[in-house]
């Protein structure tokens, strides 16, 4: 199985809010390959986040990409928004729309990173058919809403099988992964055929040791790999 390098992607829905843009620099510089910024509207799923303005800022602290995660309704009128504020991949959800080609169409014309996601009940095969058109792939291992959820094993062989589905299409696509990681479900997850794993209470527990975290993220998952 050909595999990507191992990428970290620390979500800052677990960060202090308060000096946001001291923690994006803080894990640019601890290694992070992505920023991971879940962007939540309070209908799609039940919590409410972020919007454009805040990407807008702290872009200007990140040294990576920014991966921002799209968890709202009426995507399409908002992705221009999100687009313009500085965002270097766009991750909407399948479920929130009823045209992700034509999205992922857009995106990409814009310059920008296309990638679709599925909540833990949609199967692979929704998906199949327009992977050949995306950049990235994100796999929900928990419900979307909050943070510090338990993964969810159930979602295991959905891995595996959208990786056979990208190896067959021969594009080189990241296959992330979302919810509940940490340095065990890492290993897990990267034997199934993910290549970012995107973990937020993980990485800022504790002594906030973010360079720590990411290393353990990274080295379990290597050493755990086949």
């Not at 803080?26 to 409410?48: C, E, W």
């Not at 995106?107 to 058919?129: C, D, L, N, Y």
Request: with cysteine.
């Amino acid at each position: 199985m050909t595999r990507n390098i191992i990428k970290i992607s620390p979500s800052i829905l677990s960060a202090d809010f308060a000096k946001l843009g001291e923690e994006v620099e803080s894990l640019s510089k601890a290694g992070a390959t992505y920023i991971h910024v879940d962007v939540m509207d309070g209908h799609f799923t039940p919590n409410i986040t972020i919007g454009p303005q805040v990407i807008n800022h702290i872009k200007k602290h990140s040294a990576v990409p920014l991966d921002v995660h799209l968890m709202i309704e009426n995507v399409e009128q908002q992705l221009d928004n999100f687009i313009k504020a500085g965002s270097d991949i766009i991750t909407f959800h399948y479920e929130s729309t009823n045209d992700p080609l034509s999205l992922i169409k857009h995106i990409k014309s814009k310059g920008v990173r296309a990638g679709i996601s599925i909540i833990p009940s949609t199967p692979a095969s929704k998906i199949e058919s327009i992977i050949p058109e995306l950049d990235y792939i994100l796999v929900m291992t928990v419900v979307p809403g909050y943070a510090g959820q338990e993964f969810m094993g159930s979602q295991v062989d959905k891995i595996s099988q959208i990786r056979s589905f990208i190896e067959k299409s021969g594009k080189e696509i990241d296959l992330a992964v979302d919810g509940g990681i940490d340095n065990n479900t890492a290993k897990i997850c990267v034997n199934a055929g993910a290549n970012v794993l995107v973990s937020g209470s993980y990485i800022f527990k504790d002594n906030k040791n973010y360079k720590e975290r990411i290393d353990e993220l990274l080295n379990t998952s290597i050493s755990g790999s086949r």
